[in-house]
């Protein structure tokens, strides 16, 4: 059975943790998948630095996903959203910041599943699942 541990490496934007849990668990439900994943919340400062480190894009991003099966013992995967890039792009895209972070938990755990955005195709394929979830757990998107 899928578990979801919701970590806020800064100060709590006013989101509950269950929120994020039903996000995620909604994803891996219609997904089929059983996986454990660890969604930890932080700001563009920390997430630009491990886009840098691990990705090398020298730049901040909305969401990065880590997979860690095979790792060893823990979780197996990790979704990490930037609540400052959230906040910016809900008030650009006309939504709730609420909805703006979900959509990064699904996005993030989607990507954990085998969804790409690199191509044109397989990201409309992507985009059209996250904003079937994300209706089916009560958000909009502009998408």
């Not at 059975?1 to 943790?17: C, D, K, R």
């Not at 996903?65 to 995967?77: K, V």
């Not at 954990?112 to 996250?130: A, I, N, V, W």
Request: hydrophobic share 35%; net charge negative; proline share 3%.
């Amino acid at each position: 059975m899928s578990s979801v541990e919701v970590t806020w490496a800064i100060q709590s934007p006013g989101i509950e943790p269950s929120e994020v849990e039903n996000a995620v668990l909604a994803t891996l439900s219609a997904e089929g998948a059983d996986l454990d994943l660890s969604v930890v919340f932080v700001d563009d400062e920390a997430i630009h630095e491990l886009n840098r480190r691990y990705l090398k894009h020298d730049y901040p991003t909305d969401v990065i996903s880590f997979d860690l099966r095979g790792e060893g013992p823990g979780a197996d995967g990790e979704v990490v959203v930037s609540v400052d890039t959230a906040r910016r792009e809900a008030e650009v895209r006309k939504v709730t910041f609420k909805s703006e972070v979900l959509l990064y938990c699904i996005h993030g755990t989607l990507h954990l599943l085998g969804y790409d955005d690199h191509d044109p195709k397989e990201r409309t394929r992507m985009h059209q699942r996250q904003t079937e979830i994300l209706a089916q757990i009560g958000h909009e998107t502009t998408e």
